[in-house]
């Protein structure tokens, strides 16, 4: 299978990342720093605070100046200007990184504070921090972190 072009969409315009959540939802990052997404919504993946499924997209709340952007099964990460990680969204495995089990419908700052780059695979987060270490959360059933 190739990419093929769904749909344009005007809210796009200057789209710099793109993460895909498993469930069928999906987070953009534009210029401005704001991201948005769209889909599912059951577990809070959107981030807009509510459980509500939308079609078109809505802003991801309580966050700005978002540089980087991972999914995993139903959850988000973001990384922020300042090296700060943000989850939300499906955390029965901890994959958010507040230090709970208990799925957020919001953006929460992890204790995660000095990152440059982040990753999230199924029900597992990861972060690399400015000295290159590499930092894990989440489920470990498979050996993850």
Known sequence: MFPVVLRKMRTLIG???????????ATTQAQTGYPN????????????????ERLKPVSVRNIKNVVELAGGYAHSLALDSSG????WGYNEQGEVGDGTYNDNGL????????????????YHSLAVGFDGSLFAWGDNTNGEL
């Open 15 to 25: 789209l710099l990342a793109i993460s895909a959540l498993m469930p069928l939802s």
């Open 84 to 87: 700060s990680v943000w989850g």
């Open 37 to 52: 997404s769209w889909g599912w919504n059951y577990e809070g993946e959107l981030g807009d605070g509510t459980f509500l």
């Open 107 to 122: 953006p929460f700052q992890t204790k995660m504070k000095h990152a440059v780059h982040i990753a999230s695979r199924g």
